[in-house]
């Protein structure tokens, strides 16, 4: 069984800019969700989605970042304009539920903002 | 607030010692608790799982855990570890309602010297 893909999986960017994660959740799996987790802490979830649609997206900074599932499968998530605290290593994250199933985790995107 | 915390920040240990890392939340409510290990250049995937039944869990690799609900705690253990346990492990806690984030610890950082 494949993995939750994600890309890129480094990137470097100044500040202000804006980037993109793209992240391919494991097949056939309904729930996504997308993590920060910075250094020397846990993952936080920014968003979560069930589908195509938000569950939660409570932490998630609206004012600069946003996500999407299209199609209830692959999702993006966007950082427009950047600052340096979004340095982070971005996590995404599949399960076949939300309540009792694994989260299957992807390998992340780890964001350096100059 | 929803939390969890471990209370060992870094662990260093030589082979064939016994573990026990520490975790306690706060979270009001139902709980399924978690520890996720993240080996070196790995993902993070889960170690153990507990939803309801026995308090004491089992996992992969010889680790087990044992929920203490009057304590709030989630401690991890393993009799007898080898290098290759050598990660950063995570606890985490998820209210039993469909919705509700996965809400991780900052870490543990175990180092096995051979």
Redesign the interface.
């Known amino acids: 069984e494949a993995?939750?893909a994600q890309s890129p999986r480094y990137k470097i960017i100044e500040k202000r800019q804006s980037v993109a994660f793209w992240c391919n959740p494991i097949s056939g799996h309904a729930t996504l969700?997308w993590y920060q987790q910075i250094l020397?802490?846990?993952?936080?979830?920014l968003i979560?989605f069930q589908n195509n649609g938000v569950?939660?997206d409570?932490?998630l900074p609206k004012d600069r970042f946003s996500a999407e599932r299209l199609k209830g499968v692959d999702s993006t998530l966007k950082i427009q304009p950047a600052k340096l605290e979004d340095s982070a290593v971005y996590?995404c994250?599949s399960s076949s539920g939300?309540?009792?199933y694994?989260?299957y985790?992807?390998?992340?995107t780890r964001l350096t903002v100059t | 607030a929803q939390s969890?915390s471990q209370h060992n920040h870094h662990v260093i240990l030589s082979e064939a010692a016994s573990l026990e890392l520490g975790c306690n939340y706060s979270y009001g409510g139902t709980v399924?608790l978690f520890w996720?290990v993240q080996y070196p250049g790995q993902?993070?995937?889960?170690l153990l799982?507990y939803?309801s039944g026995d308090p004491l869990v089992k996992g992969i690799k010889g680790f087990e855990a044992e929920f203490i609900k009057s304590k709030f705690s989630f401690n991890l253990r393993k009799p007898s570890v080898q290098w290759s346990d050598t990660a950063e492990y995570?606890c985490?806690v998820k209210g039993?309602?469909?919705?509700?984030?996965?809400?991780?610890?900052?870490?543990t950082t175990l180092s096995v010297s051979s």
């Open positions: 993995g939750v969700y020397g802490q846990g993952p936080k979830l979560q569950v939660d409570s932490q996590l994250a939300q309540i009792t694994e989260q985790f992807g390998p992340g | 969890v399924n996720y993902h993070l995937q889960l799982k939803f995570f985490a039993n309602q469909a919705g509700t984030a996965l809400i991780f610890g900052k870490g």
